[in-house]
T-cell receptor, first 117, second 112 residues
Framework: AQKVTQAQTEISVVEKEDVTLDCVYE???????LFWYKQPPSGELVFLIR??????QNEISGRYSWNFQKSTSSFNFTITASQVVDSAVYFC??????????????FGAGTRLAVHP | KAGVTQTPRYLIKTRGQQVTLSCSPI?????VSWYQQTPGQGLQFLFE???????NKGNFPGRFSGRQFSNSRSEMNVSTLELGDSALYLC???????????FGPGTRLTVL
């Protein structure tokens, strides 16, 4: 089965704390893609990153970093020195041929992050 | 470059009516996908259109349908609305396949 699990439903931190959002996936595909999206209160899903299954190199973009580990089927997202503007719901997603196609995203339930001043 | 646009942004309908939602993808993008987001079921894939053809379909009843025009704009239609169809409907566009998908602001549909 193709599945994405975000076990953390809600996380609350104080500004400037580091926070890691967990994502665990299941797939039969050998070639697949993993994504993170941010959904602020406005509702629009904002693309953050896409990673293919052959690229396990960790990525850093400003205060954001991603740790992809195939051995544990995890694709975790860390925000360093969190800010109030980071408050949103964050979704991890998976796509692959067995999932129904590369453009069919299977989403996790999301993690609501609240950053307090 | 303009992003994905969706119209209308908000819609209120009553049970039994039908509704049509519109999505204009990013210029040059040929793939348009639709998703339904509800508090209970989360984000679920409805269907994908590519070059005017439905390429993929999620597990939704036949009341949900869509189409894509030659300019890549897409519409989705829901007939015989039910209360459970109340949701945020999101449209995403991508260049082709195996590309990043970019989402529009969504249409919030309320069925009374």
């Amino acid at each position: 089965a193709q599945k994405v699990t975000q076990a953390q439903t809600e996380i609350s931190v104080v500004e400037k704390e580091d926070v890691t959002l967990d994502c665990v996936y299941e797939t039969r595909d050998t070639t697949y893609y993993l994504f993170w999206y941010k959904q602020p209160p406005s509702g629009e899903l904002v693309f953050l990153i896409r990673r293919n299954s052959f690229d396990e190199q960790n990525e850093i973009s400003g205060r954001y970093s991603w740790n992809f580990q195939k051995s544990t089927s995890s694709f975790n997202f860390t925000i360093t020195a969190s800010q109030v503007v980071d408050s949103a719901v964050y979704f991890c997603a998976l796509s692959g041929m067995f999932s129904g196609g590369y453009n069919k995203l299977i989403f996790g339930a999301g993690t609501r992050l609240a950053v307090h001043p | 470059k303009a992003g994905v646009t969706q119209t209308p942004r908000y819609l209120i309908k009553t049970r039994g009516q039908q509704v049509t939602l519109s999505c204009s993808p990013i210029s040059g993008h040929r793939s348009v996908s639709w998703y339904q987001q509800t508090p209970g079921q989360g984000l679920q894939f409805l269907f994908e259109y590519f070059s005017e053809t439905q390429r993929n379909k999620g597990n939704f009843p036949g009341r949900f349908s869509g189409r894509q025009f030659s300019n890549s704009r897409s519409e989705m239609n829901v007939s015989t609305l039910e209360l459970g169809d109340s949701a945020l409907y999101l449209c995403a566009s991508s260049l082709a396949t195996e590309n990043e998908q970019f989402f529009g602001p969504g249409t919030r549909l309320t069925v009374l």
